[in-house]
């Protein structure tokens, strides 16, 4: 099956989680927050690469 | 899957770099990665991914305005995924230019760029001879991806088999891979030394090797030590995938159903669903 179906939850973000981008090591320079990524995707002329994730993402691992 | 796949490709990181904006969020309001902002956006485009029980999400492909001009599977393989990225550049070539200052990098990085945009033609052409060593490696790297194992080999044994003694290795063992010869491949990735740049990479294809001459045990040791070393390295994600799809006595049996009970991988996750990895797949020797 492809298609993994997930719960999500729909409690407010609690802001003392730290955003899990700080453990990347893709190499791939994320461009965060999402309006931050819109305004450079609009100054440089690119297309966004969005990946929505909804596995859900955790202070020990980024998803 | 993203992760313990395509993002293990440079071409595919370096294109996402230079050629696109990107970013990634968690559709969870509670995750520290949520943003409201990009839920919004994201569910103008795909209003499926707006419910409280959604499909996994691909990769999107949008302009700054709104337009969906394509996306890729989270399962993509790395062919599919580049495929993909070059695909859509190539389809709205307004979005695939240079970057400003682009053109006055070394030549180096400007034929990365190419053989990135599967242009391995203007790569090879700005890498004209007299060429550094590094350059040489490059020209390698383009020759072994492109099936052309032969010139490959010539080229890295070309190289000071000291000053590259790291990158002859991984290079000669992923030769090897692509040959079907893993015996060779074991020995040439066992040279790595643990400092070097590609010591990650290094040890999971030196656990493929192994996983390939039987020596199942010996492999996921081999990945689990990776993971334990490495933690968020694109290849520790990738032996977690190898490590849940097999056990000490070989391949392990396909999962039917996708759940969230049950053990999690070594890296916490709950599964690895959508395709097999590849490289348990043994190439025709």
């Keep these: 099956m492809l298609m993994a179906t997930l719960a999500l939850l729909s409690l407010p973000q609690d802001p003392a989680l730290e955003h899990p981008v700080h453990l990347d090591r893709t190499g791939i320079e994320w461009a965060l927050p999402f309006e931050t990524a819109r305004k450079r995707a609009r100054e440089e002329g690119r297309l966004l690469a969005i990946k929505p994730v909804a596995f859900g993402t955790t202070v020990t691992g980024c998803w | ?285």
């Design chain 2, 1 to 285: 899957m993203l992760r313990s796949g395509p993002f293990t490709d440079e071409r595919i990181v370096g294109l996402l770099n230079e050629r696109f904006i990107p970013v990634y969020f968690d559709l969870s309001p509670k995750s520290p990665a949520g943003d409201a902002d990009a839920k919004e956006f994201v569910t103008k485009l795909k209003p499926e991914l707006g419910g409280s029980r959604v499909p996994t999400p691909p990769i999107l492909f949008a302009t700054a305005d709104g337009a969906l001009l394509g996306e890729a599977s989270n399962y993509a393989s790395e062919r599919e995924m580049l495929a993909a990225l070059r695909d859509v550049l190539r389809q709205n070539s307004k979005y695939a230019g240079p970057s400003d200052g682009e053109e006055r990098r070394p030549r180096l990085a400007r034929a990365r760029t190419h053989h990135y945009l599967g242009k391995d033609k203007g790569a090879i052409a700005l890498l004209s001879e007299p060429r550094t060593a590094h350059e040489n490696l490059f020209m390698a790297q383009i020759a072994r991806r492109a099936g052309d194992l032969d010139n490959a080999e010539k080229i890295l044994g070309e190289l000071d088999s000291n000053a590259f003694a790291d990158d002859i290795a991984v290079e000669f063992g992923l030769i090897a891979f692509a040959r079907g010869d893993v015996k060779t491949m074991r020995v040439r990735l066992a040279a790595h030394s643990e400092e070097g740049a590609r010591a990650p990479e290094a040890r999971y294809f030196l656990g493929v090797s192994l996983f390939h001459l039987g020596q199942h045990a010996e492999a996921r040791l081999a990945w689990k030590e990776l993971i334990g070393k490495y933690g968020e390295h694109p290849f520790s994600y990738r032996a977690d995938w190898a490590y849940t799809q097999t056990t000490d006595n070989g391949p392990a049996a396909e999962p039917t159903s996708f759940t969230t009970q049950g053990p999690k991988s070594l890296l916490g996750r709950h599964g690895y669903m959508g395709r097999k990895n590849p490289d348990l797949t043994r190439r025709p020797g």
